[in-house]
């Protein structure tokens, strides 16, 4: 590399993200020092991004740098932490400086966001491929999981699905749409928003909670598998953006919302007697949420269309991935 290894971390990510004052020791050492606040459990997740598998070659280094964020900010919303230290391994073909500085101005953004400090790293030269863990912190026994649905819970899901489907294909020139309703959707792929304070406000709410990473209809099938029942979903309560229907079409944007990925939506289940209570949290906090079924005893997804009930399988949907 052109950039020797440590004037490219001093330059590029010394500096990246916010301070923090629980960090006792971070970029520079061996290992960062970190003092995680009494009464809490600490939540960890990571997540790897390889380019031309999880983003498109040539994709704009700032959205590769806020998506290797957001991806574990998700999952983190998924256990209704907070977050709180990031840690960044970094393979890079070459050190090219404007690569470089556009990819730490993408993760600085979110980082600054969320209040997240990163802590340490590693870098090394080979196939692009970005991993982050992230370490957030939840009082103690108030993690959100999959397992805790129950029959007669109400199923929910953040956002409009199947958006990041077609901005990826409209990425990918598999899909062409005019020009407003193009940037719309490309945005949802390359900026996702990770739904951080509606999973902390989910954790005193939510019997079960999931992030949408692989296709609404897979992650809501391991919610339930998780729980041990089902879910029955009602087509026309499908919250579908606009912009996704002005692309696709009603009936594929449904098939995208269902089977489509890297959404990094929330979908989860609260009581009935939950249900007015969320309502105004959701307007509080601003968050857009829709009621698109509910919790059933018997195993499996099953999707209803007025009269008409089928099973949802992924593999039946994989065509459209
Ligand atoms: P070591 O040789 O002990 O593994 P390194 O030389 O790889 O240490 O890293 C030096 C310091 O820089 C460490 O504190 C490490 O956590 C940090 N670091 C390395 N790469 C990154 C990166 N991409 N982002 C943030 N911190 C990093
Ligand atoms: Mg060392």
């Avoid at 990819?103 to 870098?123: E, P, Q």
């Avoid at 912190?137 to 959100?144: D, E, K, M, Q, T």
Wanted: hydrophobic share 45%; charged share 20%.
């Amino acid at each position: 590399m052109a950039l020797g290894e440590f004037d490219l971390i001093a330059r590029y990510f010394a500096n990246c993200g916010p301070q923090r004052t629980d960090v006792r020791v971070g970029v520079g050492d061996d290992g960062a020092v970190l003092a995680p606040p009494l009464g809490h459990d600490l939540i960890a997740v990571v997540d790897t991004l390889v380019e031309g598998r999880h983003f498109p070659p040539d994709s704009p280094p700032d959205s590769i740098g806020h998506r290797a964020l957001a991806v574990n900010l998700s999952d983190l919303a998924a256990m209704g932490a907070t977050p709180a230290w990031a840690l960044l391994a970094l393979t890079l073909p070459a050190a090219n400086e404007r690569w470089l500085e556009q990819f730490a101005r993408g993760a600085d953004r979110l980082l600054r966001r969320y209040g997240v400090a990163l802590v340490g790293g590693d870098t090394t030269s080979g196939p692009l491929t970005i991993t982050v863990q992230l370490l957030g912190f939840v009082p103690r026994g108030l993690a959100l999981r999959r397992n805790g649905a129950q029959p007669g819970d109400v199923v929910m899901v953040s956002g409009t699905p199947g958006d990041a489907a077609a901005g990826l294909a409209l990425e990918q020139a598999q899909l062409v749409a005019a020009e407003d309703v193009a940037v719309a959707l490309r945005q949802r792929f390359l900026y996702p928003a990770p739904r951080v304070e509606l999973g902390v406000a989910l954790r005193s709410l939510a019997s079960a909670c999931i992030d949408v990473s692989d296709g609404l209809g897979a992650d809501l099938g391991k919610l339930c598998t998780a729980s041990g029942c089902g879910a029955e979903l009602e087509l026309s309560a499908m919250p579908l953006s606009g912009p996704l229907i002005a692309a696709v079409g009603r009936a594929r944007a449904l098939q995208l919302a269902l089977a489509g990925g890297d959404d990094y939506e929330l979908c989860f289940t609260v009581p009935p007697t939950a249900f007015s209570q969320l309502v105004e949290l959701a307007r509080v906090s601003s968050t857009p949420i829709a009621r698109i079924g509910s919790v059933t005893e018997r195993s499996g997804v099953v999707l209803r269309d007025g009269a008409t009930v089928t099973q949802f399988s992924a593999r039946g949907f994989d065509h459209f991935r």
